[in-house]
């Protein structure tokens, strides 16, 4: 029996008594635990357990089956000297034999392994350990990302890519050298003693070039092959070692007859062969390293100084050093350092960084920023209200790592094919040594030939980069776009979806009443609206905010009010320049005994009936004129229906309004069909009817009301805006308050899934064809062989071709974006 072991776990859900005995029960009949104790007040449970028997996730997943959640850390590990799939097998492996370590995902393409453990059992240091054991590189955590950070990891980059680069130079010079001494003459140069008593003379003078060249080129890969070997796995290095070191060395045998003849020189195959699988390394290093552009555009948006008041003095210091409630100020052309309110001056702010909006946002006294915005043209003094990780940027950057870190099903199905992927092949190479060898009765050193070439063309790299490197990049455009994917499983249902509904109040519509009509009687608009705000300005009705916001917009100066009374559910009434001035409803004006001409009833009727509120209005008691108040639909809603439509999607509104005025509303906006007289709390129950009759929802929702619905349907959309977004809630959310970007969200699903289908397909039509020529398919009918040089060449393009498919999502632009584009400047057709 092992050494037992104790872990303590931060359980959330226990509610009584029962519930800690329920855990407790559960525990006990785990085989291997002696010991338990569940504390309800400091909600933990403790158990002692056998790791030889059982793990910790076995005691989480027991904890979980009733019910129960378990709280762990996660952390980003940035790792180097990853090189293929395998090698994403081996990390995992490594990392989850850490007892402690819950769950680990790592993506080769960003060279992160994401780590959830329970901290009271693992440590940073323990996975430090264990990945540094198993032949990789430890860069440090993602999650303590500085600009200094990001420098250091380039320069490590760039020395890896210097290296490999100076690898290949001198492995192609030394494979023309090489090439060209097959055919000097040596009969002519050297003395004939001296060719005469040095038989292999040439075979002897390659040995000599090329021994050196070769070690130094393919060095890394014999140190890696040996690194897998050690840890009992088998990867691409453990083949491509294989191949040249077969290579290499039958080319020594020949040299000195041992068993093989001078016939089989393979120096400048050997040599040339690990230049190829150099370069591919390096074209493909240098590919990857441009899928993470994103986050490093991110993280170099945090600005490293900050000017904070204090006790009346501006003060320099680090941005990490600024603190919630801090003075902080903002010149021309600096970065807001934190997320705050400004208390003083006005500028235009550069979001586009955060929203992915081009135009500034004009920002004022109560107006909040953003941390890591650009200050364009005066100075703002705020209030910080978040700082460090808690900034908008901070959670940005978090939410964009771990989404990067994610697999969608597709790639969970590639990787358990690369995993019986390097057996297979090594099965393909031996048979086919076997057959034209023992079966075929071909010469030894053509089997020799289809050996090495079957070894070094065979490529499962591209299979293990065809989903990540599409899903880094294209959920990093997404943040560069302002649309925040969560994960590469959000991308993949979003991309199937059949039906979109939206909430109505605050995502339709602006979620708040306007003055959307203004009808006078025998008076001036202008007038009418002036009067009407001055008399409704005291008021707190969110009615009465409407019609002076509308006046401020208008650019109306208020008049004073006097007497001013209030009356519930009516109206106001009072005195603006002399006039008395009267607006409410028309039980206001019944009492006030003021009579409403037949044209201005009508009209104040004719609102109603379109779902809007009528506000009368009176001037000294006789009737001015109406305004209609409502929630006015934002500009993006048609246009969001009408390109949703376009991409045969099924659009549903679903609202809480009555039929006649949701018909209206959907009506204006090209919905066709509305769930109305739903209440908040019923809107998760609509979405689930949605779906239990087929169709895959997508729910587009203000982010915080709208929770349940968002989490109810096949992907929650949340609509935020800058500071106000709830990162929390749904699988995508929107940084921008921009229908189209909803929209906009979908069409990038759609693209980065077709792209990981693009990438699967030529990953697999590569191996399926290449191969099979490498084994000698082709050879019987044709007469085709692949040299073993041309299958290095080849492998290493597969890499470099599904990176660069990859990457090409880096210009993508959604067609919905494009038209918000035109419909912001008003260009284009």
Not at 103 to 130: H, R, S
Not at 443 to 458: E, G, Y
Not at 661 to 677: D, F, N, P, Y
Request: hydrophobic letters at 50%.
């Amino acid at each position: 029996m092992a050494e037992e072991r104790i872990a303590e776990l931060k359980v959330e859900g226990m509610m009584c008594a029962a519930c800690t005995s329920a855990i407790e029960k559960a525990l006990q009949n785990l085989d291997g635990v002696s010991w338990v104790q569940v504390n309800l007040g400091g909600e933990t449970a403790t158990a002692k357990y056998d790791p030889s028997k059982l793990k910790l996730v076995d005691i989480e997943k027991a904890i979980r089956d009733l019910g129960y959640d378990v709280i762990d850390q996660q952390t980003v590990l940035k790792i180097g000297g990853m090189a293929c799939a395998m090698c994403v097998g081996a990390i995992e492996a490594a990392l989850r034999k850490l007892d402690g370590v819950v769950d680990v995902q790592v993506n080769l393409a960003a060279e992160k392994a994401y780590v959830t453990y329970n901290p009271g059992m693992v440590g940073l240091e323990d996975m430090k350990k264990a990945i540094i054991e198993s032949g990789y590189q430890f860069i440090g955590v993602a999650g303590e990302e500085t600009e200094e950070a990001a420098e250091k990891e380039r320069e490590l980059r760039e020395k890896d890519l210097s290296d490999k680069k100076r690898r290949i130079i001198i492995g192609f010079a030394a494979s023309i050298l090489l090439m060209a001494m097959m055919y000097i003459p040596l009969h002519r140069i050297i003395p004939s003693g001296i060719s005469t008593a040095v038989p292999n003379l040439m075979s002897l003078l390659m040995l000599v070039v090329s021994l050196p060249v070769f070690v130094y080129v393919s060095h890394p890969i014999f140190k890696a092959a040996t690194r897998a070997l050690r840890n009992r796995t088998l990867d691409m290095d453990v083949m491509y070692g294989m191949g040249i070191g077969v290579a290499y060395a039958s080319s020594i045998l020949g040299t000195f007859g041992i068993v093989l003849t001078p016939d089989f020189m393979f120096y400048e195959t050997a040599v040339m062969l690990a230049t190829f699988l150099t370069l591919g390394r390096y074209l493909e290093a240098n590919a990857k390293g441009r899928t993470s552009e994103a986050i490093r555009k991110l993280v170099g948006l945090q600005p490293r100084q900050a000017t904070v008041l204090r006790d009346g003095r501006q003060i320099e210091v680090a941005a990490v050093e600024v603190m919630v409630d801090d003075l902080v100020l903002v010149r021309p052309g600096e970065k807001v350092p934190a997320d705050g309110l400004v208390v003083e001056g006005e500028s235009y702010v550069d979001e586009s960084m955060i929203t992915g909006e081009p135009v500034p946002a004009f920002k004022a006294a109560g107006e909040k920023v953003v941390g890591g915005t650009m200050n364009k043209n005066g100075s703002l003094t705020f209030k910080a209200t978040r700082v460090g990780k808690d900034t908008v940027l901070a959670g940005i950057i978090a939410l964009v790592q771990e989404a990067q870190g994610s697999r969608p099903a597709m790639q969970r199905i590639a990787d358990r094919i690369v995993a019986y992927f390097i057996p297979t092949i090594l099965a393909i190479a031996a048979a086919a040594f076997v057959y034209w060898y023992f079966v075929a009765h071909n010469t030894l050193l053509f089997s020799l030939t289809a050996l090495i070439s079957v070894l070094v063309v065979a490529c499962p790299c591209a299979l293990g980069l065809a989903s990540p490197t599409a899903i880094t990049v294209g959920i990093g455009r997404g943040a560069e776009l302002g649309i925040l994917v969560k994960s590469g499983e959000a991308l993949e249902a979003a991309e199937k979806l059949d039906v979109v509904a939206f909430d109505k109040t605050g995502t339709l519509t602006i979620g708040r009443p306007d003055v959307v009509d203004l009808f006078a009687w025998e008076m001036d608009e202008r007038k009418l609206l002036r009067l009407a705000a001055s008399a409704e300005k005291p008021s707190e009705h969110p009615l009465a905010e409407a019609v002076v916001r509308r006046a401020k917009e208008d650019g109306f100066d208020l008049l004073p009010a006097e007497q001013f009374e209030a009356f519930p559910g009516k109206g106001v009434v009072a005195r603006i320049a002399g006039m008395s001035v009267a607006a409410g409803n028309r039980i206001l004006f019944d009492e006030m005994d003021i009579a409403m001409p037949d044209g201005l009833l009508q009209k104040a009727i004719g609102y109603e009936e379109e779902g809007k509120t009528a506000m009368l209005v009176a001037v000294d008691g006789k009737a001015s004129g109406v305004l209609a108040i409502s929630d006015r639909l934002k500009d993006s809603s048609a246009y969001a229906v009408e390109e949703l439509k376009k991409m045969n999607l099924e659009v549903v509104m679903i609202t809480g309004d009555n039929p006649r005025s949701a018909a209206r509303v959907a009506e204006k906006i090209g919905i066709q069909k509305t769930l109305s007289e739903v209440l908040p709390e019923e809107k998760a129950h609509e979405v689930r009817r949605l779906k239990e009759a087929g169709s895959r929802v997508g729910f587009v929702g203000d982010g915080i009301n709208d929770a349940p619905a968002l989490a109810e349907a096949d992907v929650g959309i949340a609509i935020g805006s800058g500071t106000d977004v709830a990162i929390e809630t749904g699988d995508i959310v929107l940084m921008k308050d921009d229908l189209l970007d909803a929209v906009a969200a979908i069409q990038l699903s759609r693209k980065v899934i077709s792209r990981i289908k693009l990438n699967i397909f030529w990953a697999f039509a590569y191996n399926a064809l290449l191969v099979p020529v490498a084994a000698g398919a082709l050879y019987p009918l044709y007469g085709i062989t692949f040299r073993p040089e041309l299958a290095g060449l080849a492998m290493a393009l597969s890499s470099v071709t599904v990176v660069t498919l990859s990457l090409l999502l880096k210009r993508y632009i959604p067609p919905a974006t494009k038209k918000k584009a035109i419909r912001i400047t008003g260009t284009g057709g």
